[in-house]
């Protein structure tokens, strides 16, 4: 089993920057894949990046290419999603997830965060 709380989401303003926090506890980390995913108010989950262990490979939603970067501190029990240049459309609930292996489909991932929000103003 694997508890992740996510936090790090907030009130920001277009081209701000945030950095999202995963942490994990229950399990050993570091034998995990970790993916972010995101959803807007009335839209599906939509996933936006993912980091296998060891930090050995790292995928993005190809719109994410460029603002997002995922990163893990296993030593931390902890990953992160850092956004640049922030904008209105990335308004959405943030939700980090742990697997075994790194994927862009939700259903590969059977721990999940409760999500943090993070809502951009223009």
């Known amino acids: 089993q694997v508890q992740l709380v996510e936090s790090g989401g907030g009130l920001m303003q277009a081209g701000d920057s945030l950095s999202l926090s995963c942490t994990a506890s229950?399990?050993?980390?570091?034998?995990?894949?970790v993916g972010w995913f995101r959803q807007a108010a009335g839209q599906g989950r939509e996933f936006v990046a993912s980091?296998?262990?060891?930090?050995?490979?790292?995928y993005y939603l190809d719109s994410a290419q460029g603002r997002f970067t995922i990163s893990r501190d296993d030593a931390e029990n902890t990953a992160y999603l850092q956004i640049t240049s922030l904008k209105p459309e990335d308004t959405a609930v943030y939700f980090c997830?742990?697997?075994?292996?790194?994927?862009?489909?939700?259903?590969?991932?059977?721990?999940w965060g409760r999500g943090t929000q993070v809502t951009v103003s223009s």
């Open positions: 980091i296998g262990r060891n930090s050995v490979s790292t």
């Open positions: 997830a742990a697997g075994p292996a790194p994927s862009n489909y939700y259903a590969t991932y059977p721990y």
């Open positions: 229950g399990s050993n980390f570091g034998s995990v894949a």
